[in-house]
């Protein structure tokens, strides 16, 4: 029966060195196997590439493996939804022609067997961070996604492969919590709680695991990554768990 919804987000594919990503892959892959027998829904939290733009005619080479078993899914008729990371925001149209996925620009409010949920990828919620904050909106402007439209895939996408080795998941190193009082998600959570009530908010973007009771029973689960973690959570119709993949 198929009746698991399933949040998973940061698998980072594509992030240097070749070897690890697809290592992480198949990881991930084994994953899919595993839930494709009782997943209704599947929800890809952002950053799933580390890079991601998709031209008129071209897509990244690549994570040939993890399409096709996207694909896979869709064929069983699990429904997929993906929502843009800041690595993989240039997400326009070909996943939804080829897999008729949703597209989530930013967050997902959802009622699920009477129990509220707040899905959004994380990045540019709470409190300060104004340069990224610019930086995205400038990204995601039509005049940005224009100009980079215009440089040949080979220099476009060398590019931002470049730039993305300077990020976290290139360098390898592990998250620590910082403690509710200074992790911006908790705090983002707890502004939108003293506006309206959730039941569940659930991000990816801080690669870094964890399930949190805030005010009236309301939840914060973070994700997570699959770099170190391999963590993902599911919702069973009653409780949303944060589980860990192992092989």
């Given at each position: 029966?198929?009746?698991?919804?399933?949040?998973?987000?940061?698998?980072?594919?594509?992030?240097?060195p070749k070897a690890?990503?697809?290592?992480?892959?198949?990881?991930?892959?084994?994953?899919?196997?595993?839930?494709?027998?009782?997943?209704?829904?599947?929800?890809?939290?952002?950053?799933?590439f580390?890079?991601?733009?998709?031209?008129?005619?071209?897509?990244?080479?690549?994570?040939?493996?993890?399409?096709?078993?996207?694909?896979?899914?869709?064929?069983?008729?699990?429904?997929?939804?993906?929502f843009?990371?800041?690595?993989?925001?240039?997400?326009?149209?070909y996943?939804?022609?080829?897999l008729?996925?949703?597209?989530?620009?930013?967050?997902?409010?959802?009622?699920?067997?009477?129990?509220?949920?707040?899905?959004?990828?994380?990045?540019?919620?709470?409190?300060?961070?104004?340069?990224?904050?610019?930086?995205?909106?400038?990204?995601?402007?039509?005049?940005?996604?224009?100009?980079?439209?215009?440089?040949?895939?080979?220099?476009?996408?060398?590019?931002?492969?470049?730039?993305?080795?300077?990020?976290?998941?290139?360098?390898?190193?592990?998250?620590?919590?910082?403690?509710?009082?200074?992790?911006?998600?908790?705090?983002?959570?707890?502004e939108?709680?003293?506006?309206?009530?959730?039941?569940?908010?659930?991000?990816?973007?801080?690669?870094l695991?964890?399930?949190?009771?805030?005010?009236n029973?309301?939840?914060?689960?973070?994700?997570?990554?699959?770099?170190?973690?391999?963590?993902?959570?599911?919702?069973d119709?009653?409780?949303?768990?944060?589980?860990?993949?192992?092989?």
């Open positions: 029966m198929r009746d698991k919804i399933y949040f998973a987000s940061d698998f980072h594919l594509g992030v240097q690890t990503s697809q290592d992480r892959e198949r990881r991930v892959i084994s994953w899919l196997d595993n839930i494709k027998s009782d997943a209704a829904e599947l929800f890809l939290v952002g950053d799933i580390d890079f991601w733009f998709e031209y008129r005619t071209v897509v990244p080479k690549g994570y040939i493996r993890f399409l096709g078993k996207l694909a896979e899914l869709a064929d069983l008729g699990v429904k997929i939804t993906l843009k990371g800041n690595h993989d925001m240039w997400m326009f149209g996943f939804k022609e080829e008729g996925a949703r597209i989530v620009d930013d967050e997902l409010l959802l009622n699920l067997g009477g129990k509220r949920f707040f899905i959004h990828h994380g990045d540019g919620l709470g409190p300060g961070d104004a340069k990224y904050k610019f930086l995205k909106a400038f990204f995601r402007s039509r005049v940005c996604q224009w100009l980079f439209a215009r440089l040949h895939p080979n220099l476009g996408i060398g590019v931002a492969q470049r730039w993305s080795a300077h990020s976290r998941a290139s360098n390898g190193a592990e998250e620590r919590f910082l403690g509710e009082a200074n992790e911006w998600l908790i705090q983002y959570a707890k939108k709680l003293a506006e309206t009530h959730y039941d569940y908010f659930v991000f990816g973007h801080r690669h695991p964890y399930d949190i009771r805030l005010q029973d309301a939840r914060i689960i973070n994700l997570g990554e699959w770099i170190h973690h391999c963590t993902y959570a599911v919702w119709g009653k409780d949303l768990t944060l589980k860990q993949w192992t092989l």
